[in-house]
């Protein structure tokens, strides 16, 4: 039997949702965040169950069909789509539980960070993750998780407590610190190599939803003494600040959560709102909720989009000052930015070893980042970020943000490091020799 007609009977019988080209909704199906994608898989299937998963996995194999997994479908690279093969898309299996008295959130594999954020707050908890609300839970998790809580609560990853997967041979197994302790340590940070997460599980926190949060903006002739600022505040201020630095073309910016209570936020934050007159100060009391769903404009879907990223040990105001002029630089009708990000507090508490994860002894993570729409600037803003990323490389230490990662053919021992890359290819050779996990930044068995 041809493929195609393999995949009609396959679509006849499977009980979950197979979209095939030229269906009603096949466009849409296979349309992923990153505009700059644009791939035509031989299916797009939609389980609502781990066993639907394991079912379609084995088709794809049995057919040697490319498998790409969608979770909320924002990996920049574009891992969550291919071209022929079979995306298996997790946005039918959605929702996420929360236990109040254990504080644990139960969420699907196909969740998106609203649903995880929606259900803790509405026990008074939570659980540190990304910055738009859209984004899958899975991808953010499995790669790390990086928010605005970071300083306090930790990594996504740093919560999590078990999850369940489907593996590369359509198995059904769990993994935590107690069953498959080293499948677990590679899942928190290298996690898409290793199989097809249908269930996580996640410690959460106390937390009341009430957080200081907002954006002291000046021109980008003050750019020297605001990156002094934000320097200071990021090495002295304590763990329940999560400052931001923004670098536009014609402003600078600190943008600041503070998860501590309103007192303690006014006197952590009374140096950077005095400094200036600023020409912008919207920091103020709100829901977390609220702060967590303020970049979903901005980053809506149907965009083009590159970055790229380095953890630093510091950050020197003249390097700052050089991705300043290329901020600049860059063409019309081109959103640039340079973000730096605070590190350390709750992220640096968790020993290195004890994840996949590489990075925790930086002082910054800083990224060059574009967003477009015109198809023919492509190339242009990718070498963009190359450029603008490449006067951060002087300070930076070993290991990047894989979710990050979007060139093809990195090598991952600059992701992981030696010891560490090593250990992650024992595993793949344990869980997934054929390398059926290949759609992300991939460690060959």
């Not at 006849?12 to 979209?19: C, W």
């Not at 002087?394 to 490091?417: I, K």
Request: glycine share 10%; charged share 25%.
């Amino acid at each position: 039997m041809s493929v195609n007609g393999a995949l009609r009977a396959f679509a006849d019988a499977f009980p979950g949702e197979v979209v095939l080209p030229g269906d009603d909704g096949y466009e849409s199906a296979r349309a992923v965040w990153n505009r700059m994608v644009d791939r035509r898989p031989a299916a797009v299937v939609r389980p609502t169950r781990a066993d639907d998963v394991a079912t379609a996995l084995r088709f794809a194999r049995e057919r040697d069909l490319q498998i790409a997994v969608r979770g909320g479908g924002h990996s920049i690279p574009g891992f969550s789509t291919c071209d022929d093969g079979l995306v298996i898309d997790l946005s039918r299996m959605r929702g996420a539980e929360v236990d109040p008295e254990r504080r644990v959130a139960c969420v699907a594999g196909g969740s998106l960070l609203a649903e995880l954020d929606d259900a803790a707050q509405a026990a008074g908890l939570v659980c540190p993750v990304g910055v738009v609300s859209h984004t899958g839970v899975a991808g953010l998790t499995l790669g790390g998780g990086m928010g605005r809580l970071q300083r306090r609560y930790g990594l996504t990853i740093d919560n999590l407590r078990a999850v369940e997967l489907v593996t590369a041979d359509g198995r059904l197994a769990a993994a935590s610190e107690d069953e498959h302790p080293e499948l677990f340590w590679g899942l928190r940070g290298a996690g898409a190599n290793f199989g097809i997460v249908t269930a996580f599980e996640f410690g959460l926190h106390p937390f009341d939803g009430t957080v200081t949060h907002g954006v002291v903006g000046h021109p980008i002739d003050r750019l020297d003494d605001v990156v002094g600022l934000f320097r200071e505040l990021v090495e002295s201020g304590p763990d329940e600040v999560m400052p931001t630095l923004a670098v536009g073309r014609t402003d600078v910016s600190i943008s600041v959560l503070h998860c501590g209570s309103p007192e303690q936020a006014e006197r952590d934050l009374a140096e950077l709102r005095a400094f200036g007159p600023p020409a912008q100060d919207t920091i103020e009391v709100k829901p977390y909720l609220v702060a967590q769903r303020l970049l979903d404009g901005e980053m809506e879907w149907g965009h083009r989009f590159s970055m790229k990223s380095a953890f630093l040990s510091e950050l020197p105001t003249d390097c700052v000052r050089r991705c300043a002029d290329l901020v600049a630089s860059a063409p019309p009708g081109v959103e640039t930015v340079l973000s730096v990000w605070a590190w350390g507090g709750a992220i640096a508490a968790v020993p290195d070893g004890g994840t996949a994860f590489t990075g925790r002894e930086a002082t910054y993570w800083a990224s060059a980042e574009a967003q477009w729409d015109d198809g023919e600037l492509d190339t242009t803003c990718r070498q963009w970020v190359r450029e603008t990323t490449a006067e951060l490389m002087p300070y930076a230490l070993t290991g990047r943000y894989v979710n990050d990662v979007e060139e093809a053919g990195v090598d991952l021992r600059s992701v992981y490091g030696e010891a560490k890359y090593d250990r992650l290819v024992a595993l793949k050779r344990e869980w997934d020799p054929d390398n059926v996990f290949r759609l992300n930044q991939n460690i060959a068995p």
